[in-house]
């Protein structure tokens, strides 16, 4: 395994939320603790030890609302760029950055929307948002940081304004009475439309890009002043492209060249469920054709289904999937948070994820996240007291899932949006004060007061959200095990307050400088203090040093020889 960099820092977060017990590891060997007790000072030499490979923590961004640099009140690429050392500075004798080491730009090609999810030009950038060389800027100064760029990428649909459907469809209005044949049967009931008659094809070819028909089908929509039709699944206005056609497909793999070489290391793929509706063979196929067309490339997918579906979808070759089952308010890690289903459950769930993703593909990375910009901000999830601690540990729950880990901008704030889309895409709350490069946000976005403090705010409170995240991360970047280890449930310390596993990798997965490979985790997920009688288990009595540990409030965690006292809604972490 290649290393990124293995960089040490001076010092840490407060010690309300990182307290060391002994000697932090950098190697099995060096992991020496002095004491069993809690040591009442911050720890200060705990090393961040970052690889180079897919297994990271991205920021997700909705340009249009992050960053305004020229005044119009519309986020753009250099926006980005000028916040770029909020998200990772590329120095770690800092603790000011987020430390997440990976972004994901949400579309940035001309588009006729705000979200920009319906694409008129694939191989430039929206002008709301800048140029190609803002762009290219951009990607060096994140490649500088150690920062990886992936960006959105639609190839379930174009717009309805994309000059190939433009062309298309004129040529249909100047053509009545063509008969379009009959589809490959693919057992879909829905199945697109059919061939394109071949003279037609001659002198049109873009007619192959789509899925014309001479009936109206479901998630059909009329060419107007014709008689044709034409699959648009999300929008009229977003025609479904048809990924059979091998000039098509010429034209994609063109596209994702074009960005890879500008610098872009991998992309997220929008709709994967519904390139063929209703047929994950075929979608699975056409997947592996273009993981196979760009193997170098880093490629997560969105299939929003229930997990047996997008697990099946790693047989594709692609590197991850977005893990919908703990996301969401209704999903694994809201419903232990919540009290509805025991702590316990979390450790099961890995384990079951795990195990199922790798008889899936040797190669698979899990996506773990808890929100998106198509769901409810998560500052929604939890009312009545004690809330703050509850996304908190929430997101501590999502954070020390293996894999390459999402956090959707904002969400380290608590910010607020629901309802209707634009609302869930709110401008990044920066400051009340300093409106400089603030965002005015979607045009129909909802008027709405944050329920939490802006960044200006957070940074000074030990306690906030924000500080709680960066704790998070740096023990993602601190410990390479915690995103790339296997996890073993540790079932009798496991109960409804109590979740405990090891996250580990062999000693030939691990290699040089790569740090403990075994951790034990313990968490807390009830709002009263906990005791854990580490001594009920041979494999958690082996993890004798406190090494991190991560809190919602002051109160923190204690071990006293194997007797471990868990802080609310606190997050130990121990080596051997």
């Known amino acids: 395994m290649d290393i990124f960099g293995k960089r040490a820092i001076a010092g840490l977060l407060l010690a309300a939320m990182l307290t060391g017990c002994g000697k932090s590891a950098v190697s ?103 140029t190609l060389e803002d762009f290219d800027n951009l990607v060096k100064e994140c490649h500088d940081r150690g920062v990886n760029v992936i960006i959105d990428t639609v190839f379930n649909h174009s717009s309805s304004q994309h000059p190939w459907f433009k062309e298309a469809t004129d040529y249909l209005k100047e053509h009545p ?46 060419v107007s002043d014709t008689d044709y039709f034409y699959e648009a699944r999300f929008w009229s206005e977003m025609p479904d492209l048809n990924l059979d056609s091998d000039a098509l497909r010429q034209e994609l793999s063109d596209i994702t060249h074009f960005w890879t070489g500008r610098g872009v290391d991998g992309f997220r793929l929008d709709a994967t469920t519904y390139y063929y509706t209703g047929d994950d063979q075929k979608n699975i196929e056409f997947l592996k054709w273009l993981k196979e ?48 289903s025991p702590a316990s459950r979390f450790a099961e769930a890995l384990e079951n994820t795990e195990k199922t993703l790798q008889g899936r593909s040797e190669s ?29 540990l929430s997101y501590g729950l999502s954070l020390i899932m293996g894999g390459n880990s999402f ?19 709110a401008p990044m709350y920066w400051s009340t004060t300093d409106l400089q490069g603030m965002c005015k946000g979607p045009k129909n976005m909802d008027s709405f007061k944050m329920k939490y403090p802006a960044l200006d705010e957070q940074t000074k409170d030990p306690y906030s959200i924000y500080n709680y995240f960066k704790a998070v991360i740096r023990l993602r970047n601190a410990y390479p095990v915690v995103a790339r280890g296997t996890t073993t449930a540790v079932k009798e310390l496991s109960n409804k307050e109590i979740c405990a596993f090891t996250r580990s990798v062999s000693p030939e997965q691990a290699g040089d400088y790569f740090g403990p490979s075994s951790l034990l985790f313990i968490i807390n997920a009830s709002p009263d203090e906990q005791t854990v009688d580490l001594g009920l288990s041979e494999t958690a009595k082996e993890y004798t040093a406190l090494s991190y540990q991560i809190n919602t409030t002051e109160a923190v965690s204690t071990l006293t020889d194997n007797t471990l006292t868990m802080a609310p809604y606190g997050i130990a972490v121990l080596t051997r």
């Open 28 to 130: 099995e060997e060096q992991a020496e603790p002095e004491s069993s007790e809690a040591a009442e000072t911050q720890q200060t030499d705990l090393p961040v030890n970052v690889l180079d490979d897919n297994y990271r923590t991205t920021y997700e961004i909705f340009v249009y609302s992050f960053y305004d640099s020229d005044g119009d009140g519309i986020g753009d690429l250099n926006g980005v760029t000028k916040k770029l050392d909020y998200i990772n500075d590329g120095d770690d004798s800092t603790d000011t950055d987020l430390g997440c080491n990976e972004i994901w730009l949400m579309p940035i090609s001309p588009s006729t929307t705000y979200h920009k999810y319906d694409v008129t030009d694939y191989k430039d950038i929206d002008p709301e948002y800048g």
């Open 177 to 222: 009475g063509l008969e379009f044949g009959g589809s490959e049967d693919t057992g879909d009931t829905e199945a697109a439309g059919g061939a394109v008659p071949e003279q037609a094809l001659s002198e049109c070819p873009y007619l192959d890009y789509y899925h014309f028909s001479n009936t109206k089908e479901a998630g059909y929509e009329p």
């Open 293 to 340: 067309d760009n193997p170098d490339a880093y490629f997560v997918g969105e299939a929003w289904a229930n997990a047996a579906t997008y697990q099946k979808y790693y047989e594709s070759g692609i590197d991850s999937f977005f893990d919908f089952e703990y996301a969401g308010s209704e999903g694994i890690i809201a419903s232990i948070v919540r009290g509805n």
């Open 364 to 392: 698979a990375v899990n996506a773990p996240f808890y929100t998106n910009h198509d769901m409810a901000r998560s500052a929604g999830y939890y009312t009545g007291s004690g809330g703050q601690d509850k996304i908190k």
């Open 407 to 425: 956090i959707y901008y904002g969400e380290e704030l608590g910010m607020k949006g629901s309802g209707k889309d634009e609302n869930k895409r």
